[in-house]
């Protein structure tokens, strides 16, 4: 299940918006948010954020229990 509270943590520290970041993915905003919501990203649209955002441990921000 993905933390989405610490994936917006990381967001914001890294200044990068969801509209950034979904072009960085390669979908809209509205699939971004919805995404979000849903706590569902595929491998490497997981693997492109963690690069864009530097995330050192992914596996606690997408495999959250």
């Known amino acids: 299940m993905l933390d989405r509270n610490a994936l ?3 967001m914001a520290r890294n200044e ?8 960085k993915i390669g979908i809209s905003e509205k699939t971004f948010i919805s995404r979000m919501k ?11 954020i963690v690069d864009v955002l530097k995330i050192r ?3 606690s921000i997408f495999f959250a229990k």
Request: charged content about 30%; aromatic content about 4%.
């Open 57 to 59: 441990d992914p596996a």
């Open 8 to 10: 917006k943590a990381e």
């Open 16 to 23: 990068v918006t969801q509209k950034t970041l979904a072009a």
């Open 38 to 48: 849903k706590g569902v990203f595929g491998t490497d649209e997981a693997q492109i």
